[in-house]
């Protein structure tokens, strides 16, 4: 049976261990979307897991999400992450860039006047957070078939530019009720087109997405993370036919190219709808599964152990904040620190870069 600090083989990475840095949101850049200085010292601080996935990154200013959120758009925005990866890999690390798209979980005034964009013009009864205050998010407007391709343009550029960055690859953000989540669940897509109705019609745009990446940088560098039945921001997926039929469906339709990897979110990881999903992802030879506990939980060493029985690997959020040398911590069960989590979203160094490594009391 495998455990944490054995190394792993995916896509064209072979990973020291199988503890991976989770997608966290930290709000740390400014309007411009650059990554700054914080962002090579927080990443490669961090280098010692076996792979980090950056937070959400935007493919275009006109689907930014949140207020501090990075972007890999301009020729600056690219310079800036190609510091990032550098750091990592000089430290020793590995680092994959999530790519998101917000679509109805945003305001215009985050879009440079942008109206958010969503399958379907229904608001998701949640609030998001811009520059200046908290805002209801507002009703978005359905976007028209022949805008699709742009929506997956948007994500084949990421895609390269990422690459061209220097990052050893892309996670495509399908899940915690983003644009592409909003696709694949029936609460939020109530489109008539060939993208609406039927489990194949709703996740034919992820299936797009995915293989547009693919084509473009490799599918050994492409990773998909999805949640289902996660229903936080406004999706509700309730149909546990449904659910199997689509993610399955997407699995099944992907299965071809061989994805470095399937990242799980889901409150039972270890349970029926998770290791089906997860066998079908599998199926390939090829495709690793890394796991995670529900939105907002705190993976403790022991839980981790346990999800690396029925994954690949483990992802790891709040604790990797806190500390940044968890891997020793957890292989020479040292004590951990707890993240303060009323700086996670503050900008700054504090609570960001300037939690401690363990040192050895005299």
């Known amino acids: 049976m495998a455990t944490l ?13 199988r503890m991976t840095m989770a997608a966290l949101t930290r709000s740390r850049a400014g309007r411009d979307g650059i990554p700054t200085q914080l962002h090579e010292t927080y990443y490669s601080q961090r280098a010692s897991l076996g792979l980090i996935v950056t937070e959400g990154v935007f493919p275009a200013v006109r689907c930014r999400t949140f207020p501090g959120q990075a972007g890999i758009e301009t020729p600056e925005q690219i310079a800036g992450w190609r510091r990032v990866a550098d750091s990592v890999h000089e ?4 680092i994959f860039m999530q790519v998101m798209n917000g679509g109805r979980l945003s305001h215009a005034s985050l879009q440079d006047g942008a109206e958010p964009v969503a399958p379907s013009a229904l608001a998701s009864g949640t609030a998001v957070r811009d520059f200046e205050s908290r805002k209801e998010c507002p009703v978005p407007r359905a976007l028209d078939s022949s805008e699709l391709p742009g929506i997956v343009e948007q994500f084949r550029h990421a895609a390269r530019n990422a690459s061209d960055a220097g990052l050893d ?6 899940a915690n009720g983003y644009l592409l989540h909003q696709f694949l669940s029936p609460n939020s897509n109530h489109r008539e087109d060939a993208y609406g109705g039927s489990p194949e019609n709703r996740y034919r745009l992820v299936e797009e997405i ?29 149909d546990a036919d ?8 997407l699995l099944d339709a992907t299965a071809d190219l061989g994805l470095a990897y399937v990242s799980f979110l889901h409150a039972d990881p270890t349970g029926e709808l998770i290791s089906e999903l997860s066998s079908r992802a599998r199926a390939n030879g090829r495709t690793r599964i ?29 604790l990797v904040i806190s500390n940044p040398d968890l891997v020793r911590r957890w292989e020479e069960q040292l004590p951990v620190a707890a993240p303060d989590e009323s700086t996670f ?8 870069t ?9």
Do not use: C, M
């Not at 199997?244 to 469906?249: E, F, N, Q, R, V």
């Open 290 to 318: 890394i796991l995670n506990s529900g939105f907002g939980h705190v993976t403790q060493h022991a839980e981790a152990e346990t999800l690396v029985q029925h994954g690949d690997a483990v992802a790891v959020g709040r």
């Open 210 to 238: 995915v293989r547009a990446a693919a084509k473009e940088i490799g599918a050994d560098r492409v990773a998909l993370r999805l949640s289902p039945q996660n229903n936080i921001q406004g999706i509700e997926e309730l």
């Open 5 to 17: 600090f054995e190394p792993l083989d995916l896509g064209r990475l072979t990973l020291p261990n």
């Open 354 to 362: 300037d939690y401690p490594f363990y040192t050895v009391s005299s």
């Open 91 to 94: 430290a020793g690390g590995r």
């Open 242 to 249: 449904d659910v199997l039929a689509t993610y399955g469906g």
């Open 345 to 352: 979203y503050t900008g700054g160094e504090r609570g960001y």
């Open 169 to 174: 690859g892309v996670e495509i953000h399908g």
